[in-house]
């Protein structure tokens, strides 16, 4: 083998590989049950927090139904869908529409940037939420961190909430 032979079969050999190599983000598929001591939720504590979410990831969107404890003590439930780096749009709530788009970032972690729209007392409202979603190596703990800003709060608010496989 010549030595223009050898340097072209090693390009080749490298390209064919940089184009194989497929990113493979983690499934956060599952059950997930809220840690409240392992958690950082603030001054109205796990009220805000998702009790349990359940999640089923697809290549095409991540679907998640979460349930909460509302103000009267019943558990609320909202499915959500997301497609990766488009604008999703989801009911809450009363039926408020919440806009957010998923990005990953790494193959560990995803975010959330969502804003919701509405009107109470005649006011019109923008609440905006970031969040990071973050799944352990192992996949057995589910870390979310949130910012969120509200034109009732005097300051931006965040918390840690942890969750538990199982």
Known sequence: MTRKNFLFSIAFASICMLF??????????????????ASELGQFGARFAYKKIIIDQSNEAIKM????????GNVYQITETYFVG????????RDIEKVSILNWEGDQRFK????????LSGQSYVFTVNEKWEISIDRKILTIYSISNS?????VT????????G
């Open 86 to 93: 488009k604008e999703s749009r989801n009911k809450g709530v």
């Open 65 to 72: 139904i979460l349930s909460r404890y509302g103000f009267d």
């Open 20 to 37: 194989s190599f497929s990113y493979k983000a983690a499934n956060f598929s599952g059950t997930w049950n809220l840690d409240e001591s």
């Open 151 to 155: 034109p009732y709060q005097e300051e």
């Open 112 to 119: 959330i940037d969502s804003k919701t729209r509405g009107e």
């Open 158 to 165: 965040s918390h840690k909430a942890v969750y538990r496989k």
